[in-house]
């Protein structure tokens, strides 16, 4: 079948180069079927694997995925066991798609309160995409942006205290050198799905001037076509970063 995208005249993309998503609504997708939430962090984990292999042919190098928050912690156990679980086999799973695909993985968050197995994994995703130089996949995975904003501000603190940095020298190019996104590109799009209009703790201080989508679909329902339609839009977007247009 010959899908929407696949029609429409090709015109050169002025796309944006990082997109980050909040994938949320896999608990109301599942609870609208009479299933338990697990089925829907399955359903959003099978959706992943189609919206990253869509990033070469819309232009979009960087995509930002908040997989698993600080605050989601506070979710019933089953629900979190069975979230980490299912991040452990997604990545196993996946890592030898991410090589074919030439997408380089990498995480951002705490990483010290996962277990040991799931970093293991993570470490090794990391390390086999090393040499990738198609997508940049970053999973956001026990992320949140104050707890990041802090754990850096600790590390920055202690090359003061010891003598690496001078406070003088600390200005709007110092901080995010201390960050998780260190090597990233600031998010340019930021979409969430299922409704809501709020950041939760995203990319606190990335996303100063990224554009956003607040969109109803949830999660698992997200397409490749609906993706295409948001990057789209994004292009008749004025960013002015505090200055008059041209
Ligand atoms: C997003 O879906 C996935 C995670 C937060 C892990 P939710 O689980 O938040 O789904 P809703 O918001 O309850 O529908
Ligand atoms: C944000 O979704 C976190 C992820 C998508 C991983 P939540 O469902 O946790 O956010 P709130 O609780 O609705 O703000
Ligand atoms: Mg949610």
Not at 194 to 201: L, P, T
């Amino acid at each position: 079948m010959v899908g929407k995208r696949d029609m429409e005249p090709t015109a050169p993309r002025t796309g944006p180069r990082h997109v980050a998503i909040i994938m949320d609504g896999n608990g109301r997708w599942a609870q609208k079927r009479g299933r338990p939430r697990l089925f829907g962090h399955h359903a959003g984990a099978r959706r992943v694997r189609e919206i990253v292999s869509s990033c070469p042919e819309f232009g979009v190098k960087y995509l930002t995925i908040f997989a698993f928050s600080t605050e989601n912690w506070k979710r019933t156990q089953t629900e979190v066991a069975g979230l980490m679980s299912l991040f452990r086999r997604y990545i196993m799973k996946e890592m030898q798609a991410f090589v074919k695909e030439n997408v380089r993985v990498r995480f951002i968050g705490d990483r010290p309160r996962l277990d040991a197995k799931l970093r293991g994994l993570m470490d090794e995703a990391e390390e086999m995409t090393v040499g990738c130089t198609g997508t940049n996949l970053t999973i956001a995975l026990n992320y949140g942006g104050r707890d990041e904003v802090t754990r850096a501000t600790k590390r920055l603190a202690r090359d003061v205290a010891e003598g690496r940095l001078h406070p003088d020298d600390v200005d709007e190019e110092t901080l995010p050198r201390y960050l998780d996104t260190c090597v990233l590109p600031d998010p340019d799009l930021v979409i969430r799905t299922s409704g809501e209009a709020r950041i939760s703790n995203f990319l606190l201080w990335q996303s100063a001037y990224a554009e956003y989508e607040f969109i109803d679909t949830l999660w698992p329902d997200f397409t490749p076509d609906i993706f295409d339609g948001l990057l789209r839009g994004y292009g008749t977007r004025d960013r002015r970063f505090g200055a008059v247009s041209a």
